[in-house]
């Protein structure tokens, strides 16, 4: 680990107010050699079965060798290689032309060829947010284990979720916080979607009313799967509707057939292996709704009734032309359970879960005009339909555009929302404003100045004149702050709490 004190640099107060901002020296890099295992298509079937012919057609003793070169060059790159070649191969078995036994050698060889490296991030390391670690275990009093997810943009400016974990030490003679994170691992792993994931009856149902898929051919469909199902009876649910008419299936059939399939695998699950480092483990883009990237993850370590905690994340789903919110939850960053969210509500970017139910429903902050900010209620995680108008732009620096910048923090004063605004130049800056505890409509208290604003060093990047920041949390008295520096690299800064908390009007 690389450990450096948070007090390092010196920011700037906030003007007319005793707020002093401290920025940390960490700074975490995008780091071109951080490289993934990807399927390679360099073309249709026809191109694929013609590049497989070529390979066949090398003589077995040059399969050896080559296969040993390669082998050579990536083995130390990437875990398992020769276990990928051959999951390669099986995918692209079929255009494989040829009715004689193809040796192991020649079945590697022709994996290698259909993958490629993807470098998650290559074009920057950003927009992070901070949750305590669920292992809290072998730390000095007063330190606190937390885990920070970040958005990682790579080739073709395709963003994943990847992970860092690390320390908040805490001096009881240095009141001020250090900062330690772990260097990453080296091997970057996918997780495995669970092969036949199971789903709630009347969860799935009320989603496919949400999207008007509620007619006769859908009725059909349900109507043969028990309270519970797993994706294989759903399949062949959708089969037998498929060959029951002697006339075959209307177009609205149809319809309604790929629109069931298609709620059913972007509600999906995956598996990291126990002894996956952390860091190692990347949710990259796996559904057709997030064809061109997860964005700007937003973590929350949710309390449930009962005590216990599970993790939740709101993120932004791109397809290259729509932006969906959509959800993940874990409570071992082990298995995640991808969500989608459903109802008039779950629109837009920006939609950050407040960390306990109020009032007995769940609690969301959300954008839904690219404006203002917006307070949502439901009793259902998966539901959102109603939202109230809680905050808009009113100073300089934010009149642009006003969002928050991940989950509200409770304190005794009230809930603590970092909030970023947009103003002259495309300028992004973080400000703060207090929510009551027992009704979050009601705002009590409002930065009138930015918190962190950038500065001469955080200015240049891929996106210049940029702070922003998906998510803080509150350790010891201190706000600790990760944040985005001009959408390229991800830098720390700490606040004192009650300097914030009195600064507010």
């Known amino acids: 680990m690389n450990t450096i004190s948070a007090n390092s640099i010196q920011g700037p107060s906030i003007h007319g107010t005793s707020i002093h901002v401290k920025r940390s020296a960490v700074v975490l890099e995008p780091?071109?050699?951080?490289?993934?295992?990807?399927?390679?298509?360099?073309?249709?079937?026809?191109?694929?079965?013609?590049?497989i012919a070529r390979i066949m057609a090398l003589p077995e003793e040059r399969v050896g060798p080559l296969l040993e070169e390669i082998s050579a060059e990536f083995s130390q790159r990437h875990q398992h290689i020769h276990d990928r070649f051959l999951e390669r191969f099986?995918?692209?078995?079929?255009?494989v032309l040829t009715d004689h036994e193809v040796s192991e050698p020649r079945r590697l060889l022709i994996g290698s060829y259909f993958l490629a490296e993807y470098s998650l991030e290559s074009s920057a390391l950003f927009n992070p947010s901070i949750v305590p670690h669920p292992d809290q275990t072998g730390l000095?009093?007063?330190?606190?284990?937390?885990?920070?997810?970040?958005?990682?943009?790579?080739?073709?400016?395709?963003?994943?979720?990847?992970?860092?974990?690390?320390?908040?030490?805490?001096?009881?003679?240095?009141?001020?916080?250090?900062?330690?994170?772990?260097?990453?691992?080296?091997?970057?792993t996918e997780p495995r979607q669970t092969p036949n994931p199971v789903y709630e009856k009347g969860?799935?149902?009320?989603?496919?009313?949400?999207?008007?898929?509620?007619?006769?051919?859908?009725?059909?469909?349900?109507?043969?799967?028990?309270?519970?199902?797993?994706?294989?009876?759903?399949?062949?649910?959708?089969?037998?509707?498929?060959?029951r008419l002697p006339d075959g299936m209307t177009q609205e059939d149809q319809s309604s057939a790929q629109g069931i399939w298609m709620l059913a695998r972007s509600n999906y699950e995956v598996q990291f292996q126990q002894d996956q480092q952390l860091s190692a483990r990347i949710l990259f883009p796996a559904t057709p709704s997030q064809r061109n990237g997860i964005e700007d993850a937003r973590f929350v370590r949710f309390q449930n009734e009962d005590g216990t905690h599970r993790y939740y994340a709101t993120f932004t789903a791109f397809d290259g032309r729509v932006?969906?919110?959509?959800?993940?939850?874990?409570?071992?960053?082990?298995?995640f359970r991808f969500i989608t969210l459903n109802g008039p509500a779950a629109q837009n970017k920006g939609m950050a879960l407040f960390p306990r139910k109020i009032n007995g429903?769940?609690?969301?902050?959300?954008?839904?005009?690219?404006?203002?900010?917006?307070?949502?209620?439901?009793?259902n995680v998966h539901?959102?339909?109603?939202?109230?108008?809680?905050?808009?732009?009113?100073?300089?620096?934010?009149?642009?555009?006003?969002?928050?910048?991940?989950?509200?923090?409770?304190?005794?004063?009230?809930?603590?929302?970092?909030?970023?605004?947009?103003?002259p130049m495309r300028k992004y800056c973080i400000g703060a404003f207090l929510l009551d505890r027992d009704d979050p409509s009601k705002v009590i208290g409002r930065l009138r100045e930015p918190l962190l604003k950038p500065n001469q060093n955080e200015r240049e990047g891929y996106v210049p004149n940029v702070l922003y920041t998906c998510g803080a949390l509150v350790h010891n008295g201190e706000l600790i702050i990760p944040y985005g520096l001009a959408d390229h690299a991800t830098g720390f800064a700490t606040v004192p709490l009650a300097e914030v908390l009195a600064a507010m009007e």
């Open 383 to 423: 539901f959102w339909d109603d939202q109230k108008l809680l905050l808009k732009p009113a100073f300089p620096w934010e009149l642009v555009q006003l969002g928050n910048c991940g989950s509200p923090i409770e304190t005794d004063a009230g809930w603590l929302v970092l909030s970023h605004g947009v103003g």
């Open 361 to 379: 429903l769940f609690a969301m902050l959300s954008r839904q005009d690219n404006e203002n900010i917006y307070l949502m209620f439901s009793d």
């Open 90 to 95: 099986e995918q692209v078995r079929d255009l």
């Open 203 to 243: 969860l799935f149902a009320r989603k496919l009313e949400e999207l008007g898929l509620n007619g006769e051919y859908t009725r059909r469909v349900m109507y043969t799967l028990g309270e519970s199902f797993a994706l294989g009876e759903l399949r062949a649910s959708l089969q037998a509707e498929q060959f």
């Open 31 to 51: 780091d071109q050699s951080r490289v993934l295992l990807r399927p390679f298509i360099p073309g249709n079937s026809q191109r694929v079965s013609g590049i």
């Open 140 to 188: 000095e009093d007063g330190a606190l284990r937390f885990i920070i997810s970040l958005r990682a943009t790579g080739e073709g400016h395709i963003s994943s979720i990847t992970f860092r974990t690390g320390i908040i030490h805490s001096d009881p003679g240095q009141p001020d916080q250090r900062i330690e994170v772990a260097a990453p691992a080296g091997f970057l």
């Open 323 to 335: 932006v969906v919110p959509e959800l993940v939850e874990t409570s071992n960053f082990l298995l």
